[in-house]
């Protein structure tokens, strides 16, 4: 069965960096895009990132983050710089399941359990 496992979450303060991984396993890893989204206390899950050859980011992280991937290792990364308050959140990882770029949450499945990222002040 497919299955992502998300790490590399901490608590770091404002300026710092983090970067995330994501081990999938039980589908062919190479064939899919894959995405990060991140969720908040009280807000929805919303778009961070996602690759497929190349990525695309949302316009809040854009500069700041990078995703990347690695096909021999089934491992997605997402490396988190300048980190701000306000990128406090439990992120998640999940493969895309239409064959175009999209930013929807409901295009995406086989969620991971999530890392929680906090930056503080």
């Known amino acids: 069965q497919v299955q992502l496992v998300e790490s590399g979450g901490g608590w770091v303060r404002a300026g710092g960096s983090l970067r995330l991984s994501c081990v999938a396993s039980?589908?062919?890893?190479?064939?899919?895009?894959m995405g990060w989204f991140r969720q908040a206390p009280g807000k929805e899950r919303e778009f961070v990132a996602a690759i497929a050859w190349s990525g695309y980011y949302a316009d809040s992280v854009k500069g700041r983050f990078t995703i990347s991937r690695d096909n021999a290792k089934n491992t997605v990364y997402l490396q988190m710089s300048n980190l701000k308050p306000e990128d406090t959140a439990v992120y998640y990882c999940?493969?895309?399941?239409?064959?175009?770029?999209?930013?929807?949450?409901?295009?995406?499945?086989?969620w991971g359990q999530g890392t929680q990222v906090t930056v503080s002040s």
């Open positions: 039980g589908f062919t890893f190479v064939s899919y895009a």
């Open positions: 999940a493969m895309r399941t239409v064959p175009y770029d999209t930013t929807l949450p409901t295009d995406f499945g086989s």
